[in-house]
Nanobody
Framework: QGQLVESGGGLVQPGGSLRLSCLASGFIFRVVAMGWYRQTPGKERELVAEISSGGTPTYADSVKGRFTLSRDNAKNTGYLQMNNVKSEDTAVYYC????????????WGLGTQVTVSS
């Protein structure tokens, strides 16, 4: 059974940086698209960024130019580098993995809280 475990969340000041990690197990990591969603109370989960199996990332407009998504297939790990964070980035961030034949995530992590506050 596939599993995703996020780490790296926490409290960060506006304008600061944070790096989230996602460790995958139980499936062939290199063939999936890896993504990050976020959710705040009362709102639907939104896709923040996704990186294809070939390493091509796409970003939501709200984070473009500030967040960078990467992956290390040798370590079965994906990373979300968050720079110049804003208060509106406060959310629970979920790591996802989507198989090559899937149009939505096949696996979800449990989430990690990111709070942007001074």
């Amino acid at each position: 059974q596939g599993q995703l475990v996020e780490s790296g969340g926490g409290l960060v000041q506006p304008g600061g940086s944070l790096r989230l990690s996602c460790l995958a197990s139980g499936f062939i990591f290199r063939v999936v698209a890896m993504g990050w969603y976020r959710q705040t109370p009362g709102k639907e989960r939104e896709l923040v960024a996704e990186i294809s199996s070939g390493g091509t990332p796409t970003y939501a407009d709200s984070v473009k130019g500030r967040f960078t998504l990467s992956r290390d297939n040798a370590k079965n790990t994906g990373y979300l580098q968050m720079n110049n964070v804003k208060s509106e980035d406060t959310a629970v961030y979920y790591c996802t993995a989507r198989g090559p034949l899937s149009w939505r995530p096949d696996y979800w992590g449990l989430g990690t809280q990111v709070t942007v506050s001074s």
